[in-house]
């Protein structure tokens, strides 16, 4: 081999080892490096008030938006890049890396566990129904609804409340599974179905929609009956990718500080939440394995 060959070997190699170096060294960067470094998140939310919404400004505003901001600014994240998509898009969209984290009321359930790594609670909350105005069926519990035969009852396909109508024993088949909150509601307003499941904060939004009229909240409503005799709540929380428990921990740690000087119950305030919403001293570990 003459020195001329010899010297692009000995190139060839370096270079291809410089740009392995490159390689690894990206390929080895957390989540939570990069998001410092870039000084960027994406966050998915499915624009419904009041968790995460676009505003008539072109702002995004929402309770699960407002802690996100509070919690990653202060390390340094400047830019958040959040992104609109279908409730029952979300958890596929965090999954397959399309956000860094989703931030849009998603409650904590044992089968969400295992397929994001969630936040600890940042809300407590309890199901509502809305009905036709009259509660012509007389609804006032999902036991309620199981019961009269008559009733046809409509959900947001990949809910909470999904799952815990079907812990109720709601009939599978007088249950409608709807794509969304505007097409679940549309199927109240329409006819097809005659009383609807949503989250508390969710439904009360609903119903400040002055487009909206003709419906009410089925009050007062009992939900899900824990084997402790406590009515079942849904704890909120920021989800992120399964593999992220690094910035999740982050965020963690951020949430506790947030909680402690008041910058949550501030935000609460801000977007209607009671302070009997303030989420309990529980770690999304109890609650993932069912004790919450």
């Known amino acids: 081999m003459n020195k001329m060959t010899r010297r692009a070997v000995i190139g060839g190699a370096a270079t291809a080892l410089a740009l392995g170096a490159v390689v690894f060294s990206t390929a080895a960067q957390s989540t939570l490096e990069r998001i410092k470094s870039e000084g960027k998140i994406t966050v998915g939310i499915h624009n419904r008030a009041p968790w995460g919404f676009r505003g008539e400004n072109g702002e995004v505003a929402g309770f699960s938006p407002d802690l996100v901001r509070a919690a990653f600014e202060p390390i340094g994240v400047t830019e958040i890049d959040f992104v609109i998509s279908d409730f029952g898009a979300l958890i596929p969209g965090l999954t397959s890396r399309r956000f860094d984290a989703v931030a849009s009321g998603l409650y904590i359930t044992p089968v969400r566990c295992e397929a994001v790594a969630f936040s600890d609670p940042d809300l407590s909350l309890k199901d509502a129904v809305l009905v036709k105005e009259g509660n012509p069926f007389d609804i006032h519990s999902y036991e309620d609804i199981a019961a009269n035969t008559e009733v046809r009852f409509g959900v947001t396909r990949g809910s909470a409340n999904a799952a815990n109508a079907a812990e109720a024993r709601v009939p599978e088949d007088r249950t409608m599974m709807l794509q969304d909150t505007e097409s679940t509601v549309a199927a109240l307003l329409g006819g097809r179905v005659d009383a609807i499941s949503f989250s508390a904060p969710t439904a009360i939004s609903v ?56 910058t949550v119950a501030d935000i609460m305030k801000k977007y209607g939440f009671a302070e009997s919403e303030t989420a309990p001293d529980l770690t999304q570990e109890q609650i993932c394995s069912g004790n919450g």
């Open 207 to 262: 119903l400040q929609d002055p487009k909206i009229t003709g419906i009410e909240r089925a009050e007062p409503f009992t939900g899900v009956i824990q084997e402790n005799g406590r009515e079942k709540s849904g704890y909120s929380a920021i989800a992120f990718h399964p593999q992220d428990t690094d910035l999740r921990d982050a965020y963690n740690a951020r949430l506790a500080e947030m909680k402690a000087d008041g």
